[in-house]
C-alpha cells in the first residue's frame, strides 16, 4: 500500500468519527493518531454531549493516544483530524510534542494551523510540526456544511412554530 493510500485511509477513519459525532448532534469532526502505522486513538467532538468546552476530538484523541503508549510525548505519531486545529487544539499538540498533522478542511474562523495564525510551523515555540491539508478536504468541507445547513433549517422551522 502506498502512503498516499495510508494517509487516505486513515481520514477516511477520522471522517467516520466525524460522522458519529454529527449522530449525536454535535459538530462533526473526528481525529485519529497513528503510531508506526497502526491507530492508538480515535475519537470525535462530545462539547455538547458532555457540556465541556474542552472536549474537542484532537484533545480526546490525545489523551487516549498518551494512555495507551504510556507518555505525554506523542513523538512519533502523526495525528488525522477533519478540520483545522482551533487555538486550543493546536496548543495541545504542541505541547503533547506530535510531529506531524494532516487535517481536512480549513476553518476560516478559528484555524490556527493555517487560516488565521500557523501556530504549529512558529519557531518562537520550541516544538514545530509538520502540516499537510488532507486531499480530502472537500469532503471533510462538506460534512461541515450539510451539518450546519440541517441545523439551520431546524431553527427555522422551530421559529414557524413546526
Given at each position: 500500500m502506498t502512503i498516499e493510500q495510508q494517509e487516505h485511509d486513515y481520514m477516511q477513519d477520522a471522517i467516520e468519527e466525524a460522522k458519529k459525532a454529527g449522530a449525536k448532534g454535535?459538530?462533526?469532526i473526528?481525529?485519529?493518531?497513528?503510531?508506526e502505522g497502526?491507530?492508538?486513538?480515535?475519537?470525535?467532538?462530545?462539547r455538547e454531549t458532555t457540556q465541556n468546552a474542552v472536549t474537542h476530538a484532537e484533545l480526546l484523541a490525545i489523551q487516549e493516544a498518551c494512555r495507551v503508549i504510556s507518555s505525554w510525548r506523542l513523538e512519533e505519531t502523526t495525528m488525522y483530524v477533519t478540520l483545522e486545529p482551533c487555538p486550543m487544539c493546536a496548543g495541545a499538540i504542541l505541547q503533547s510534542r506530535i510531529p506531524e498533522v494532516i487535517y481536512g478542511a480549513r476553518d476560516a474562523k478559528?484555524?490556527?494551523?493555517d487560516s488565521l495564525y500557523r501556530l504549529l510551523n512558529d519557531?518562537?515555540?520550541?516544538?514545530?510540526?509538520?502540516v499537510t491539508e488532507s486531499p480530502l478536504a472537500e469532503e471533510c468541507g462538506q460534512l461541515l456544511t450539510d451539518f450546519?445547513?440541517?441545523?439551520?433549517?431546524?431553527?427555522?422551522?422551530?421559529k414557524r412554530g413546526h
Amino acid at each position: 500500500m502506498t502512503i498516499e493510500q495510508q494517509e487516505h485511509d486513515y481520514m477516511q477513519d477520522a471522517i467516520e468519527e466525524a460522522k458519529k459525532a454529527g449522530a449525536k448532534g454535535e459538530v462533526p469532526i473526528g481525529a485519529v493518531i497513528v503510531h508506526e502505522g497502526k491507530i492508538i486513538a480515535r475519537a470525535h467532538n462530545l462539547r455538547e454531549t458532555t457540556q465541556n468546552a474542552v472536549t474537542h476530538a484532537e484533545l480526546l484523541a490525545i489523551q487516549e493516544a498518551c494512555r495507551v503508549i504510556s507518555s505525554w510525548r506523542l513523538e512519533e505519531t502523526t495525528m488525522y483530524v477533519t478540520l483545522e486545529p482551533c487555538p486550543m487544539c493546536a496548543g495541545a499538540i504542541l505541547q503533547s510534542r506530535i510531529p506531524e498533522v494532516i487535517y481536512g478542511a480549513r476553518d476560516a474562523k478559528a484555524g490556527c494551523v493555517d487560516s488565521l495564525y500557523r501556530l504549529l510551523n512558529d519557531d518562537r515555540f520550541n516544538h514545530q510540526c509538520t502540516v499537510t491539508e488532507s486531499p480530502l478536504a472537500e469532503e471533510c468541507g462538506q460534512l461541515l456544511t450539510d451539518f450546519f445547513r440541517v441545523l439551520r433549517e431546524k431553527k427555522k422551522q422551530q421559529k414557524r412554530g413546526h
